[in-house]
């Protein structure tokens, strides 16, 4: 099964023309797309099956759920397959593939639980200043956004580790998340500090159980494997600040 990866388009501020890849049986969309979500449209009529992963920036000054909520309706009405901590399974050319799509965000244990104290405050401008997302009313701070983390990575650890959702039948997991799942997908432009671990989680032990993981956020691009898994991003970036010059808007990966 072939699948075309796009991720970090940020067409909130940048001009893209998406483009189907001719020998694509898929489309991931891997989040980032649009912080105001109605640019996530160009992709209606899209010649084959997508799948949508939302990134952070979805989540830009609104409330956090409302924003999930508008997604799903946005994804439901294109005919998209929105994954937010969920799974399924697509029938390709007598195979199984199992799909496990969650955003991820960070858990900030990177370094181990001693950095954990210096990782959230690294990320306080992102989440206050940036994002500025709420939850009930009330700031979704770095706190709240390390909770988010701790629930996608314990569903995910449980979704590719617990024999109870494993299947003989399937051939092949994807995994599709917005943040990246280890410190090989750092951008090599930046220093690895604090601020590393609002990118970046140590999820290294997970992979194995993957046959090929996608993932976005970081504007660089990644193709590397852990035993026999292959970790993949293809993430655009800012083109109005270079970060695109190997992009490849129509390269197409197989599992």
């Known amino acids: 099964m072939r699948l075309q990866l796009l991720s970090d388009l940020h067409l909130e501020t940048e001009t893209f023309a998406p483009q189907p890849a001719p020998d694509a049986d898929l489309l991931v969309l891997a989040g980032d797309i649009d912080a105001h979500h109605t640019q996530i449209d160009l992709f209606r009529d899209w010649p084959v099956p997508v799948i949508y992963v939302p990134g ?10 409302q924003a999930l909520d508008a997604l799903r309706e946005r994804c439901d ?7 937010h901590r969920e799974q399924t399974r697509i029938e390709h050319q007598g195979r199984t593939i199992r799909v496990l799509g969650t955003t991820l965000w960070n858990d900030f244990e990177l370094f181990g639980a001693e950095g954990i104290e210096r990782c959230m405050r690294a990320a306080r401008y992102f989440a206050e200043q940036v994002q500025c997302a709420t939850r009930h009313g009330k700031p979704m701070g770095v706190a709240e956004l390390r909770e988010e983390g701790l629930v996608c990575r314990d569903w995910l650890r449980d979704q590719l580790t617990n024999p109870a959702h494993l299947s003989d039948a399937d051939d092949a997991t994807l995994v599709i998340t917005h943040f990246a799942p280890s410190l090989r997908s750092n951008d090599a432009r930046y220093p690895v500090n604090a601020s590393t671990a609002s990118f970046c989680n140590a ?7 993957s ?7 970081l504007h660089c691009r990644h193709d590397y494997r852990v035993g026999a898994s292959r970790v993949v991003c293809n993430a655009r970036g800012l083109a109005s600040k270079g970060e695109d010059s190997d992009f490849q808007p129509q390269g197409v990966w197989e599992i």
């Open 203 to 209: 999820y290294d032990d997970l992979i194995p159980h």
């Open 56 to 65: 952070n920036h979805e989540h830009d000054h609104k409330d956090f759920d």
């Open 211 to 217: 046959t090929l993981w996608l993932h976005g956020h």
């Open 77 to 83: 009405r294109l005919g998209f397959t929105m994954l």
